[in-house]
């Protein structure tokens, strides 16, 4: 089946610092990539959908200066989360569409620690 | 916008026994509906998934589901758990070409011995 990478998997960071989290469809192409949050207990998110060579949609609520995605590659997407407070600590995951079917297919993940 | 509704929480339940995760969804347009099984500190784990055909859905690790379009119902059930299946379940609705997932609460299940 098709495989969605996230690195890393974990980070640990200071506040005010930045933080750039990758995500990559290794054997399928993906024109459009999500981003997820999920927060301690709860259910995932849709933060934003990145487009590959175009701007990212955002969510309602989402800040887009805070949380910068960069689709520059049909296998590539980057979330990078600036000037990280505490309360961005948070699992982030995305997902790739594959161009052939539409479907859609989750990352590992990734555990932000903001301290 | 979808909504998703897991009415369960937790659901404990002893090893052997069979169980059900109840999934509803407020569309009434076409939908693809999913379950996912999350594990501690892991990503997503597609389950199954209903596209159109056979409202009986079979799934990985002896899972099923159900689509109930009268009822707007997707639940999961399996007829005999094991302790490696508790974990967290999430249903997910994805409107149209498989755009946006919505995703409900998720409902952890906890075999006991």
């Known amino acids: 089946g098709a495989v969605v990478s996230q690195h890393p998997s974990r980070v640990i960071c200071k506040s005010g610092t930045s933080v750039k989290i990758e995500c990559r469809s290794l054997?399928?192409?993906?024109?459009?990539m999500f981003w997820y949050r999920q927060f301690p207990k709860q259910s995932l998110m849709l933060m934003a959908t990145?487009?590959?060579?175009?701007?990212?949609?955002?969510e309602q609520g989402v800040e887009k200066d805070k949380f910068l995605i960069n689709h520059a590659s049909l296998t590539l997407s980057t979330l990078t989360v600036t000037s990280a407070h505490p309360e961005d600590s948070s699992f982030y995951i995305c997902?790739?569409?594959?161009?052939?079917?539409?479907?859609?297919?989750f990352g590992p993940g990734t555990r932000l620690t903001v301290l | 916008a979808q909504s998703v509704t897991q009415l369960d929480s937790q659901v404990p339940v002893f090893e052997e026994a069979p169980v059900e995760l109840r999934c509803n969804y407020s569309?009434?347009?076409?939908?693809?509906l999913f379950w996912y099984v999350q594990y501690p500190n892991q990503g997503l784990q597609l389950l199954l998934k209903?596209?159109?055909?056979?409202?009986l859905v079979k799934g990985i690790n002896g899972f099923e589901a159900e689509f109930n379009k009268s009822q707007t119902s997707f639940h999961l059930r399996k007829p005999s758990v094991h302790i490696s299946d508790t974990a967290e379940y999430f249903c997910?609705?994805?409107?149209?070409?498989?755009?946006?997932?919505?995703f409900g609460s998720g409902t952890k299940l906890n075999v006991k011995p």
């Open positions: 990145s487009n590959e060579g175009s701007k990212a949609t955002y």
């Open positions: 997910a609705v994805s409107e149209g070409n498989f755009n946006k997932f919505y």
């Open positions: 569309s009434s347009v076409s939908v693809y």
């Open positions: 997902s790739a569409r594959q161009i052939q079917n539409n479907e859609q297919f």
């Open positions: 209903y596209l159109s055909g056979s409202t």
């Open positions: 054997d399928f192409q993906a024109t459009t």
